[in-house]
């Protein structure tokens, strides 16, 4: 594969709080186009090893590139070709469907002439275009996190983080919410996701587990269940984080 096929490369990356190390010299790389789970038990990290993908943290050593932009010294270049979820994502709940894609789409500098076209695809493709106009707050949870993901993508991200998204909601919305993935995936849009749900780890391409802010595994959900003689990526979750020194 090309070095221009990998749209997040890390070499060695350490995060250290005094003398407490968070994330312990990983290194990784994601591919163009895949769906790439990143897991792990509370407290081993991902979290601050996704903190420092986005922009939002530095660093202590290693180096690290998203979308051809170096962690340490183009983190607002990085914010402008990445998209962000969570389940703690905030959509402004007493403005419209409409008002809160169209205030994202401006905060991600979508041209304000493909504005419309974009909101109006995107409810049509989640099948809200109803929802249009009604107020976020009325809406059911699943509807929500749809959205939210919808407002991530509007600027036609390079890559799309996801920090628990399907967090609270059914399993029915969370199968939903996979297919919105797979749609964005097929269309050129990279997915990094982060999930307690086993199960959701069997959709990727590749997963990487972080154990004790290490990788201590990273291959796809087939060859990782071989390795370990599993029947699910649940149970190869469980063999590694047996030797997890800590927790949140």
Known sequence: MEKDEFVIEVEHLTKRFGNFTAVDDITFDVRRGEIFGFLGANGAGKTTAMRMLTGLSFPTSGTGHV???DIRTQSE???KHIGYMSQKFALYGDLTVNDNMELFAG???VPRNEVKTRIDMLLDRLSLSAEKNSPVKDLPQGWKQKIAFSVAIIHKPE????DEPTGGVDPAARRQFWELIYEAVDEGITAFVTTHYMDEAEYCNR????????IDALDSPASLKEKYGASSIAEVFDILARGAERSE
């Not at 890559?159 to 996801?162: P, W």
């Not at 997963?207 to 290490?214: F, H, L, N």
């Open 207 to 214: 997963i990487s587990m972080m154990v004790d802010g290490r």
């Open 107 to 109: 905060i991600y500098g």
């Open 67 to 69: 979308a051809g932009f």
């Open 159 to 162: 890559i799309v983080f996801l």
């Open 77 to 79: 270049l990085i914010k």
